[in-house]
């Protein structure tokens, strides 16, 4: 299994709009190309980090081009956040994780 690894800035005021482009765009690629899906963290400080698994690091690396939409919710993306961190790719050496409902 490949990871990669992201850490953003974002600005404030607009945690719910770059919450909601990440994650239409985790779902898009989950969905449409292969991807394992993702989880987005947000730190004490206010930034943001996420990591994505995928089958291999050959299917993460030989995607077709992004969609229309996929491009239109990355640049939402980068209007509210500043990537400061990543990505940071590598492989799964162990996974202790369990997948459990989040607290709401």
């Known amino acids: 299994m490949h990871a990669i690894y992201?850490?953003?800035k974002v600005t404030s005021?607009?945690?719910?709009?770059?919450?909601?482009?990440?994650?239409?765009?985790?779902?898009?690629?989950?969905?449409e190309r292969g991807g394992l899906g993702s989880r987005l963290h947000r730190c004490t400080d206010g930034h943001y980090?996420?990591?994505?698994?995928?089958p291999s690091q050959l299917l993460w690396a030989t995607q077709p081009e992004p969609t229309a939409?996929?491009?239109?919710?990355?640049?939402?993306?980068?209007?509210?956040?500043?990537?400061?961190?990543?990505?940071l790719r590598g492989d799964v050496v162990a996974d202790?994780?369990?997948s459990a409902a989040p607290d709401k």
Request: overall charge negative; charged content about 35%; glycine content about 4%.
């Open 49 to 54: 980090f996420a990591y994505a698994q995928w």
């Open 6 to 8: 992201f850490r953003w």
């Open 69 to 87: 939409r996929m491009v239109e919710l990355r640049n939402q993306m980068r209007e509210f956040a500043e990537l400061v961190d990543g990505p």
């Open 96 to 98: 202790l994780l369990i």
């Open 13 to 31: 005021g607009h945690e719910r709009d770059f919450e909601r482009a990440w994650l239409e765009l985790t779902e898009l690629v989950r969905d």
